[in-house]
């Protein structure tokens, strides 16, 4: 295995960890409005691992966009030390490797370009 192979496997290993630290950080209840953001097309992921908002949204979906984001960026930061890269390049590993996967049929996202798509 070369070393590419080895880092990859290595930050994907410790984002499924950041993923999980970051629903942690969240409330079910903004859980929930995440997700019903998400279905009505006003919220979506983006290439850079964090949560965009589409459309105008009310205070608490920003909120929840918000605490989740944090909880994002912190794990994201933890995870890139402890492999040796940027919270950055651990934000796009995990985009590409947990969440854009995990896009539901209709809903969008945000790509590297910053162009919206729906899925």
């Not at 929930?32 to 105008?56: H, M, N, P, R, Y």
């Not at 984001?69 to 402890?82: C, D, H, I, T, V």
């Amino acid at each position: 295995m070369n070393l590419r192979k080895i880092f990859v496997i290595g930050a994907a290993a410790v984002a499924i960890g950041a993923a999980a630290g970051a629903a942690l950080a969240q409330t079910g209840a903004q859980k929930a409005l995440i997700d019903s953001a998400k279905a009505a097309g006003a919220v979506g992921e983006q290439a850079d691992g964090f949560l965009g908002v589409c459309t105008s949204v009310d205070a608490d979906v920003r909120q929840a966009v918000e605490v989740t984001n944090a909880a994002r960026r912190s794990a994201y930061a933890r995870s890139a030390s402890q492999v040796g890269t940027s919270a950055d390049v651990a934000g796009a590993r995990m985009f590409e490797s947990q969440l854009l996967p995990r896009i539901s049929s209709g809903e969008w996202y945000r790509n590297a370009q910053g162009q919206w798509v729906q899925r």
